[in-house]
């Protein structure tokens, strides 16, 4: 416990006071003793002391420059290391903005602790105008897994285990903290303060599924013609990793990863249905969903996409997710690792087996695919089209598996995902189930300070312009983060015309900026490449100097498309084509 002395009374030694403690501390004592070695934040009123305080007590803080990144860089730290991620955010406008990346963690099942200043209780109820006033616990609460406030400084070490546990047990989200600043100054007793700090005893218990529920699941696998696996980033979350890879290698059953479960079995595995993903989910008759939601992203599980007459089994620690879209014939219910230790222990030996004239279907179609995507990859226009500057990326990275991959964007996001394969789990980070943009730079930044590896982060140039001041944060802290932007001047391309010709179009971006010269401002090394060569090189020498630095892709104006492989979620009206200049 860190404390304060009391100030010097003429009163005997039997009525001096004790040794005092004030919020900041409780605050800063709570996370350390449950293992919290990192903040990541943005300081102002009144939560600048508590960041000092962290810091100068051995808490790594690592400081934003928006309170979104910062939140999204805690989210991806939760997915990363299976404990809650912790972002530090002011009153107000600071915390709606941290709110943002709070509300997708929780979407995500990241795990993720807020922990905001907020105004004097007093003034905020009667709304009699406190500076940045707003009751922050009723703003958080229907976008996050659960939202306290702390109202004593007596309940900081109960309100800092509340929120750590319920972020990582059962189903991970984002849980909101509110601590008012007259907590954070309230000064007590620094022996009775200790007495208020806990620390969690198996924050997140094995959730094991009910024996009869494994059997059930075993009979539906046994008997499909076309079993198919599919594996979500809640597989990857379970760092389940080698109980993965036996059941699907001891069983045979083909398998395809959704985006950042890439690489829980490489992408070259033999089993992987990746490249034959259509044919897969439209033949399959048994399907194992593992850490992964009947979502959009998987079309809801619905036809024509999927076959109508497959039967569903689904892992998960959460039963209200079972028959969201499709009825669940075998419902598994438990963490990851445990519904797979109890499948591999009471499966019989040779009991799940996937024919082969299945696995023979899947690999011919994969290696159709994989020929169409070399012949396309073999293309070198110029300019440079998304392709070329994709493949050249995938070549350096491929030569170097530890190094973490971000994206994000439209078909920077769409076409990477397919071009770059991953070989090791957790290397891969995107959009996710929201699909939002802006969580380029905060999760390439958590990663690295996570893990001390290399990060290269492969953004659309609209995307990063979310989050692209950060590039300050990667130099202040000298991080080894390379980001590649593929700059094609616009939102999905940069071609559009305005047909009034008196600005630029919606969609339309400044075609020749130089955001390699954006880092050079910061001290980090830019690289303007116009060809795949540029790009090899640029990226091999950016990895080897270990540094921050950008590499600007000059992209074809005219590549890309609409709104990437999702132009179908575009409703459908009169066409802007269809309307003359002088329409309303």
């Not at 806990?198 to 079993?227: C, F, G, M, N, T």
């Not at 396309?376 to 050249?392: E, I, S, T, V, Y």
């Not at 080897?544 to 600007?552: E, H, K, N, R």
């Amino acid at each position: 416990m860190t404390t304060a002395s009391a100030p010097e009374t003429t009163a005997g030694v039997a009525d001096a006071p004790g040794e005092l403690t004030d919020g900041y501390h409780l605050v800063v004592d709570a996370l350390k003793l449950n293992d919290v070695e990192t903040i990541y934040g943005l300081v102002g009123i009144p939560i600048t002391d508590l960041a000092r305080l962290a810091q100068a007590s051995g808490i790594r803080y690592i400081g934003f420059r928006h309170e979104s990144n910062a939140g999204h860089a805690a989210a991806a730290a939760g997915f990363l290391t299976k404990k809650p991620g912790v972002c530090l955010t002011v009153s107000a406008p600071g915390f709606l903005n941290g709110l943002v990346a709070l509300a997708n963690a929780t979407t995500n099942c990241f795990p993720m602790v807020q922990i905001s200043g907020s105004s004097e209780r007093h003034i905020v109820d009667l709304q009699q105008g406190d500076y940045e006033e707003m009751d922050q616990l009723a703003a958080a609460k229907p976008f996050v897994k659960a939202a306290y406030r702390v109202s004593r400084v007596e309940d900081i070490g109960r309100g800092i285990a509340r929120a750590l546990r319920t972020a990582i047990s059962g189903r991970p989200g984002g849980v909101y903290l509110d601590i008012p600043a007259a907590v954070l100054g309230s000064i007590m007793d620094a022996e009775e303060g200790a007495k208020t700090l806990s620390r969690l005893v198996d924050p997140a218990p094995r959730q094991l599924p009910a024996p009869e529920a494994v059997d059930r699941a075993i009979e539906i696998l046994a008997a499909a013609e076309k079993p198919l696996v599919v594996l979500g980033k809640g597989a990857a979350y379970a760092q389940a990793d080698e109980q993965i890879r036996e059941f699907i290698e001891s069983t045979g059953i083909p398998y395809v990863p959704m985006s950042m479960a890439k690489g829980l079995l490489p992408d070259d595995h033999p089993q992987s249905a990746a490249t034959a993903r259509s044919l897969a989910l439209r033949g399959a008759d048994a399907v194992m969903l593992i850490g992964a939601r009947l979502n959009w992203l998987l079309n809801h599980g619905e036809a024509p996409q999927w076959n109508p007459d497959a039967k569903f089994i689904q892992v998960d620690i959460e039963p209200k997710e079972l028959d969201s879209n499709q009825p669940i014939a075998a419902p598994l219910v438990g963490d990851v690792g445990s519904v797979l230790d109890a499948l591999l222990e009471r499966a019989k030996p040779g009991q799940i087996a996937a024919p082969a004239g299945w696995r023979d279907e899947l690999a011919a179609r994969s290696a159709q695919n994989v020929a169409k995507m070399a012949k396309r990859l073999q293309d070198n226009p110029h300019p440079m089209a998304f392709m070329g500057a994709l493949k050249a990326v995938r070549d350096v990275v491929h030569e170097r598996p530890e190094i973490y991959i971000v994206n994000e964007g439209a078909n920077a996001l769409d076409i990477a995902r397919n071009v770059i394969d991953m070989q090791v789990p957790r290397h891969r980070l995107d959009s996710g189930t929201w699909g939002v943009m802006g969580i380029g730079m905060g999760y390439a930044i958590a990663a690295a300070v996570e893990t001390g590896a290399p990060v290269v982060a492969v953004e659309g140039d609209s995307a990063f312009g979310f989050s692209g001041m950060e590039l300050e944060t990667i130099c202040r802290y000298k991080l080894p983060v390379v980001t590649v932007i593929m700059n094609n001047g616009g939102v999905y391309r940069g071609d559009d015309v305005n047909p009034l010709g008196n600005a630029p179009s919606p969609t339309t971006l400044m075609l020749n900026a130089r955001h390699d010269q954006m880092i050079e401002a910061f001290g980090g090394k830019g690289y303007h490449a116009t060809t795949p060569a540029e790009v090899t090189a640029a990226l091999t020498e950016a990895l080897a100097t270990g540094g921050p630095a950008l590499i600007d892709c000059v992209i074809d104006p005219s590549a890309g498309t609409e709104s990437g492989h999702i132009a179908h979620l575009n409703p459908k009206g009169i066409t802007v084509g269809n309307i003359s200049p002088t329409q309303h």
